[in-house]
């Protein structure tokens, strides 16, 4: 696997991310909602290659998906708690 592998395909997602956040006048707190809940479903959806003795990961030498799960389930959870009792922070964006 090389560097660019890892690196491009996030930095492309998060570019589209921000200028999308960007034209619709987004706020930060919803674009990270946005960014960590899409990242959930991506995991979701792509469970089954992901696993250890999936089509992505033969030797299971990466990640299990339930942590990446756990991590950006919880991410997103954090971010829409935060959202909810603190309204105010749904103002600051990029306008």
């Known amino acids: ?6 690196i491009y395909p996030p930095i492309f ?3 589209c991310v921000v200028v999308g956040a960007w034209f619709f006048e987004a706020s930060f707190a919803v674009t990270l909602l946005f960014v960590f ?3 959930s479903a991506g995991i979701l959806i792509h469970w089954p290659e992901e696993a250890p003795g999936g089509v992505d990961n033969p030797d ?12 950006f389930g919880s991410a997103t ?3 829409a708690v935060v959202i909810h ?3 105010l922070i749904r103002s600051y964006g990029f306008y």
Do not use: N, R
């Open 13 to 15: 997602i998060i570019l």
């Open 37 to 39: 809940g899409g990242a």
């Open 85 to 87: 009792f603190f309204p």
């Open 60 to 71: 299971g030498e990466f990640i299990h998906p339930k942590y990446l799960l756990m991590i």
């Open 77 to 79: 959870i954090f971010v």
């Open 1 to 6: 696997m090389k560097l660019s592998d890892i």
